[in-house]
């Protein structure tokens, strides 16, 4: 009996696998992959990004569908990927494997201002991710996004995730095969760490960029081992000295800083910022 034929449930899916292989090393190959990621799962909005410690992550692919609102990975790319918890996945070194963002996320991530920019303003609602290991530097993340109407919403993960080791094994084929240059950006995970340096203490910093990537005054409790009142103080600190009143301003000054600071410089952004803003 031949199995690959039409009254196959996965007959549709093995042709896209098929056609995924036959693109390995060519230039067209995210573009077959996303094709096929639709087929496992469904999605409203997809990216294919590849992540180096040391550079910026580089989208490779995408993908979206009218139900989009629209598209902000640009913006996403200048900074405030560094509060995502599928670039947290990679720089905390997690296990190969599919993640949903309602479990990745800090408590209060949903109600984040970068929730509100980067995921309400284009309609998306929830995302999954599959994060694969290249090798100790460099990773690939594949994030698969839909909207809150989406008519792919009752669809589940089972038939990707039973398809999880083809697409990675698909992946790192690929990637060995092309063999190419990848051309990067400047790295800003540097200019993160260094927000509010020259004005903050080093506890206070933490607990900035707690706050930044959605964590709540008692989340960032338990992770830095402090009361929940030793955060409010230390909030209230960093409010004053950074001349800031509210999360949403917070958010607002961290853009700006991480825009304008200078390539592969050890500084502080938000001291370059002032500097900039009283020169101009």
């Keep these: 009996m031949n199995l690959e034929t039409s009254s196959d449930p996965d007959y549709a899916t093995i042709q896209l696998i098929n056609e995924t292989i036959e693109a390995l090393a060519e230039t067209h190959f995210y573009e077959k992959l996303l094709s096929l990621c639709d087929d496992l799962f469904g999605f409203d909005r997809a990216a294919a990004i590849f992540l180096n ?4 992550p580089i989208v490779f692919q995408e993908a979206l569908k009218p139900a989009v609102i629209a598209e902000v990975t640009g913006e996403w790319l200048e900074g405030p990927y560094l509060l995502d918890p599928f670039y947290a996945l990679f720089e905390t070194h997690a296990e190969e494997g599919i993640y949903e963002l309602i479990d990745i996320a800090p408590d209060e991530f949903f109600y984040s201002n970068y929730y509100a920019t980067y995921y309400q303003a284009v309609n998306v609602d929830s995302e999954t991710g599959i994060l694969i290991h290249l090798d100790p530097d460099n990773s690939f993340l594949l994030v698969l996004g839909r909207v ?3 008519a792919q919403k009752s669809r589940g993960v089972e038939k990707l995730r039973r398809y999880r080791g083809t ?3 698909l992946v790192k084929r690929h990637q060995k095969a092309a063999n190419g240059e990848v051309t990067f950006s400047a790295p800003l995970d540097r ?3 260094n927000f509010g340096k020259d004005h903050l203490s080093a506890r206070e910093c933490e607990v ?3 706050l930044l990537k959605g964590h709540s005054n008692k989340s960032i ?3 830095l081992s402090i009361s929940v009142d ?4 230390y ?3 960093f409010h004053q000295k950074l001349e800031v009143s509210s999360q949403a301003e917070l958010f607002s000054l961290f853009l700006e800083c991480i825009a304008l600071v200078p390539f592969d410089a050890d500084i502080d952004p938000l001291t370059h910022y002032r500097e900039m803003s009283r020169l101009s």
């Design 53 to 56: 410690r040391f550079n910026r």
């Design 148 to 150: 809150s109407n989406s």
């Design 167 to 169: 697409v990675t094994s």
């Design 191 to 193: 200019a993160f760490r």
């Design 208 to 210: 900035v960029q707690l």
């Design 221 to 223: 409790a338990n992770l």
């Design 230 to 233: 030793t955060v409010k103080v």
């Design 235 to 237: 909030n209230k600190r």
